[in-house]
């Protein structure tokens, strides 16, 4: 579980740094160097194991998705001034 831990914030912060988490490619990336592999399949056996892991995506879900929306609405203030400012 450390390991996934750690491949997780690797991948926040290098996608964060480089502002590309908004691109469908690096959503791509991200997905795979999370996952693995491109199926999604839980590999503990245990169920408190699963609940955990399924857990740890739903947090990097739903930080991709804040961080999207965020980004939508900067960019759409600075579109509508700089339309402003166009007509």
Known sequence: MNNFVFK????????SGNRIINSGKAENRADYM????KHVELRERALQDQLQRASALNIIINAISVWNTVR???NTAKSKVNFRKNY
């Open 72 to 74: 939508k609405q900067q």
């Open 8 to 15: 997780i914030n690797h991948v926040i912060m290098f996608y």
């Open 34 to 37: 999370l996952k693995g592999c």
